[in-house]
Nanobody, 127 residues
Framework: QVQLQESGGGTVQAGGSLTLSCQAS????????IGWFRQAPGKEREGVAG???????YYADSVKGRFTVSRHNANSTVTLQMNNLKPEDTAMYYC?????????????????????WGKGTLVKISS
């Protein structure tokens, strides 16, 4: 299983920006899809953004135009740049790799059963 560690969460005012980072234990030999999920209090975990092996990038409709996901093979990280943040973006954000839901959402083509998750980083947006 791949080890994932998120960082960069915090509290910002609506309209502000944050950048989340996910450090992976290994990257160069990956053929995994990787990306971000989030879970707000009382709600189900939802996909936010994903990067497939071929470089394909996908976003949830709620974040399109505001969030940018990037995969950096040189230092084994995946970042999520979040701009124009809204109170409804408040959630725990999780980095995930080779997660079946990426395939079910149509974001990625392959699933190998790894189901790797980080522990999450909290994002709070004040109005």
């Amino acid at each position: 299983q791949v080890q994932l560690q998120e960082s960069g969460g915090g509290t910002v005012q609506a309209g502000g920006s944050l950048t989340l980072s996910c450090q992976a234990s290994r990257f160069n030999d990956w053929h995994y899809c990787i990306g971000w999920f989030r879970q707000a209090p009382g709600k189900e975990r939802e996909g936010v953004a994903g990067v497939d092996v071929d470089g394909g990038i996908y976003y949830a409709d709620s974040v399109k135009g505001r969030f940018t996901v990037s995969r950096h093979n040189a230092n084994s990280t995946v970042t999520l740049q979040m701009n124009n943040l809204k109170p409804e973006d408040t959630a725990m954000y999780y980095c995930a790799a080779d997660e079946e839901r990426f395939v079910k959402m149509g974001w990625c083509d392959n699933y190998y059963g790894t189901d790797s998750w980080g522990k999450g980083t909290l994002v709070k947006i004040s109005s």
